[in-house]
């Protein structure tokens, strides 16, 4: 069952979502060389914590930590540790959540870690543009699957303007959010358009493709939660919660 909000309801999802853009600043502007993922997360858990929010992921089917933190070729749920340094050259993902009044917000942003390959940074772009794509794509009457078309043909734009050949991770995608992070439904980052629900107003949306250098399969560790790309290439992540409105997409998440 798909969840619609209320004006009233949005603007209470907005505040989750600024809560989740000031963590998620913070951490960016705390990435550099020598810094530990464990560090990050204590940084998003005080600045979610003091803005009287409740950290979303933390206690999430028993997940350990407030972030997650994905390093390289970790695409999404990894596990930040105090063991976890970064080095120069590393290409983090960082994914947070934050419950204020009930309601959540979602968001993730790739971070490069002092000075980054240009392939790592293009990598990023490409993900971050898709995610726009998909965002660009959210209004009243369309269908679910217009976002995810959207996003599948910005990242073949950007295929052909490069030439190079991205991955589209397809055992996870975007997702409705509000009263609980994870709802219906479940947006793949690939496919024809003019398929599924439509959009609503009231409808909340996580909108978050992930890209790889190479291929699109994926492996689980053996923490149960830190997901890597089967070939061992870099990944990235970028994802922002958008409300559907009579006006079009309003990214609850943005700064």
């Known amino acids: 069952m798909i969840e619609l909000k209320t004006p009233a309801e949005l603007e209470a999802m907005r505040a989750a979502g ?3 853009a000031k963590a998620l600043a913070a951490v960016t502007a705390a990435v550099r060389p020598g ?3 464990g560090e990050l ?28 933190a994905s390093v390289n070729h970790q695409i999404v749920h990894g596990i930040p ?32 870690v002092g000075t980054v390959a240009a392939a790592d940074l293009a990598l990023s772009d490409a993900t971050r543009a898709a995610m726009e794509a ?27 303007a490069s030439g190079t050949t991205y991955g589209i991770v397809r055992e996870y995608g975007g ?49 149960g939660w830190t997901v890597v790309t089967a070939d061992g290439s870099r990944a990235a992540h970028w994802e922002h919660t958008v409300a559907i409105t009579d006006d079009g997409p309003w990214v609850l998440t943005a700064p």
């Open 134 to 160: 998909g965002i660009k794509a959210v209004r009243p009457d369309a269908r679910l699957t217009d976002i995810s078309h959207a996003i599948e043909e910005s990242v073949h734009a950007t295929e052909r």
């Open 175 to 223: 997702h409705g959010i509000g009263r609980a992070m994870h709802m219906e439904p479940f947006l793949p980052n690939y496919g024809k358009p003019g398929k599924g629900p439509r959009l609503r107003v009231g409808m909340a949306i996580a909108i978050e493709p992930m890209l790889t250098i190479g291929r699109e399969q994926t492996e689980e560790l053996d923490d």
């Open 18 to 20: 600024l809560v989740v």
């Open 81 to 112: 540790s105090r063991d976890q340094v970064l080095a120069d050259g590393d290409l983090i993902s960082v994914d947070c959540g934050a419950i204020l009044d009930g309601w959540h917000g979602d968001s993730a942003v790739t971070i490069p």
């Open 41 to 68: 997360d204590e940084l998003a858990f005080e600045i979610i914590r003091d803005a009287g929010a409740v950290p979303s992921f933390l206690g999430y089917h028993d997940y350990p930590a407030t972030i997650c």
């Open 35 to 37: 810094i530990s993922t």
